[in-house]
């Protein structure tokens, strides 16, 4: 079983930029491929990126691409989600992922971090 904890929500303004922090437990991160969601108020739960377990691969969300990028650093257990020119329509609840591949990456949820966009 592999835990997931989120950090770095928070407010920012149109335009900001964010970035996210997934901390994994266990020993398997590293074969394990990682990805956020997002669900805003009254919405269902929308993809935003993946990433393969060696990080040559990612996939993005229609929403995101060109905005948002998203990384791993292997070696502390990590996945990031760099957050740029972001726009109200952003604010959601952040979910941190996991699953064999990048594109099947919801086996495994953390707890969701809060970013909240205004205009």
């Known amino acids: 079983q592999i835990q997931l904890v989120e950090s770095g929500g928070g407010s920012v303004q149109a335009g900001g930029s964010l970035r996210l922090s997934c901390t994994a437990s266990?020993?398997?991160?590293?074969?394990?491929?990682m990805g956020w969601f997002r669900q805003a108020p009254g919405k269902g739960r929308e993809y935003v990126a993946g990433?393969?377990?060696?990080?040559?691969?990612?996939r993005y969300g229609d929403s995101v691409k060109g905005r948002f990028t998203i990384s791993r650093d292997n070696a502390k257990n990590t996945v990031y989600l760099q957050m740029n020119n972001l726009k109200p329509e952003d604010t959601a609840v952040y979910y941190c992922?996991?699953?064999?591949?990048?594109?099947?990456?919801?086996?495994?949820w953390g707890q969701g971090t809060q970013v909240t966009v205004s205009s």
């Open positions: 992922t996991a699953g064999p591949a990048v594109d099947y990456v919801s086996d495994h």
């Open positions: 266990g020993r398997t991160f590293s074969s394990t491929a």
């Open positions: 990433i393969s377990s060696n990080g040559n691969k990612t």
